[in-house]
C-alpha cells in the first residue's frame, strides 16, 4: 500500500508534510511519495537527523506548487509540475494507492474531477468529513464543495455517506439523515421537500436507512450516522460544531483555572477533560475524503502539523482498503434520476 503525499501543500508545508509521512511510514508500515522540491524535502529530512531515506519512504521531485493566491480552477494546468499535478498524476498511474494534499480545497477539488475523474454517473464529488457527535462522529456530506444542489446530487451524497459510514466508520445499518429546519416531510425548501421523497424511495426499496429530516441539535446529539446536506448549509454547520468546541474549550479551561479549589477538580476530572479535547481535535481525524472521485483523494486542512498529515495519510490507506469506491461504482445506478425527472415547472434541467 502506497500513499502519495503532496509535500508543498499546506501552511505548514513542507517540515509538516515530511515529518508526518515519516511518522506513517514508521508508525503503520505503509510506503509514503513525497511530491514537491527534492531540495527542500532533503533539508527537512536533516533538520529532523535523517541523513538517508527510510525504508518505505521515496521523493518524486515536483517543481512548482500551487498557492492560494493561483486560480483554483486552472492551477493545475497551468502548473503541470506541481507537487498537486505530479502527485495526481501518480495516483491515475497507478504508482500509489491513495493521494493526500493539505493545499488549496478548490484547486484539489478541480484537478481531482477533471485529472482523477468523477465514478461514472456521479454528477458531484462532496467532501466527507467525520464530525464529533454524540454517537462517536457522524460523516457530513456535503460540506462545501456545492453551495448549490440538486436533489440528485443530495441523493448520490446519502449513498456515498452511507457506504463511508459502513465501511469506514464500522457502522452496519448507517441512519442517514437529512439536515433541515424540522423533522417533518413538508420542512424546509423545495430542495429539501424532493430530496426527502427521493430519500425515502430508496428507503422504501431497501437501499438506504433513511432516518427523516434531522435538525443540527439532534445531529450533533448523535441521531444518525451520515448528515446529508448541500455544501452551503454543510459548511455553516461544520463551522459552528468547530466554533462551539473551540469555545467550549475555552470556557472549560477558565473555570479550572479560577482557583485551588477548582484546579484540584480539573486533576479529578483530567481524562474525561482529555477525552473531550481528543473529540474535538481535528489533528486526530487528519482529514475530509472526497467522496465520487475514482480513487481514494483525502483533502487535509491547510493548517495541519505533523499529527494531522499523518493521520490523513492513515485515512488515505483505510479508504483505499475499504472498498468504498468499488460499492459506489457497482450501485451508482441506484443514484440516478431518469432525466425526464430532473425537470422544473418549466421544463428546464435542474
Request: charged share 25%; glycine share 12%.
Amino acid at each position: 500500500m502506497k500513499v502519495i503525499v503532496d509535500a508543498m501543500g499546506g501552511d505548514n508545508a513542507p517540515k509538516s508534510n515530511v515529518q508526518g509521512a515519516l511518522n506513517a511510514v514508521k508508525e503503520y508500515g505503509v510506503d509514503v511519495a513525497l511530491v514537491g522540491d527534492g531540495e527542500a524535502i532533503l533539508e527537512c529530512l536533516k533538520s529532523l537527523v535523517v541523513d538517508n531515506l527510510p525504508k518505505g519512504l521515496e521523493v518524486v521531485h515536483a517543481s512548482e506548487a500551487v498557492t492560494m493566491e493561483d486560480d483554483p480552477a486552472t492551477a493545475f494546468r497551468h502548473k503541470k509540475d506541481s507537487s498537486l499535478t505530479v502527485g495526481l498524476n501518480l495516483l491515475n498511474d497507478g504508482v500509489g494507492d491513495a493521494f493526500v494534499s493539505a493545499g488549496s480545497t478548490g484547486a484539489l477539488l478541480s484537478a481531482a474531477t477533471l485529472m482523477t475523474k468523477r465514478v461514472k454517473g456521479i454528477r458531484r464529488a462532496a467532501l466527507a468529513p467525520v464530525v464529533p457527535t454524540g454517537n462517536g462522529g457522524a460523516v457530513l456530506i456535503d460540506c462545501g464543495a456545492n453551495a448549490e444542489c440538486t436533489p440528485e446530487y443530495l441523493l448520490q451524497f446519502a449513498f456515498m455517506g452511507s457506504y463511508y459510514a459502513r465501511k469506514v466508520l464500522g457502522r452496519n445499518e448507517p441512519k442517514v439523515g437529512l439536515l433541515n429546519i424540522g423533522t417533518e416531510p413538508t420542512k424546509g425548501t423545495k430542495l429539501q421537500k424532493e430530496t426527502y421523497l427521493l430519500l425515502q424511495e430508496a428507503n422504501d426499496a431497501g437501499r438506504l436507512h433513511f432516518a427523516g429530516n434531522v435538525e443540527a441539535r439532534e445531529a450533533v446529539e448523535g441521531a444518525v450516522d451520515v448528515i446529508v446536506a448541500d455544501g452551503y448549509s454543510g459548511n455553516i454547520f461544520l463551522k459552528t460544531v468547530e466554533g462551539a468546541g473551540k469555545f467550549l474549550g475555552r470556557q472549560m479551561k477558565g473555570m479550572f483555572k479560577k482557583n485551588l479549589l477548582t484546579k484540584l477538580a480539573a486533576v479529578l476530572v483530567k481524562d474525561g477533560i482529555r477525552e473531550f479535547k481528543a473529540l474535538m481535535d481535528a489533528d486526530a481525524v487528519g482529514g475530509t475524503a472526497l467522496m465520487g472521485i475514482s480513487k481514494p483523494v483525502i483533502k487535509a486542512h491547510g493548517s495541519s502539523n505533523a499529527t494531522a498529515i499523518q493521520n490523513a495519510i492513515r485515512q488515505g490507506f483505510t479508504l483505499a482498503q475499504s472498498g468504498l469506491i468499488d460499492d459506489i461504482t457497482a450501485n451508482v445506478g441506484y443514484m440516478c434520476l431518469e432525466r425526464e425527472k430532473m425537470l422544473d415547472e418549466s421544463g428546464e434541467k435542474l
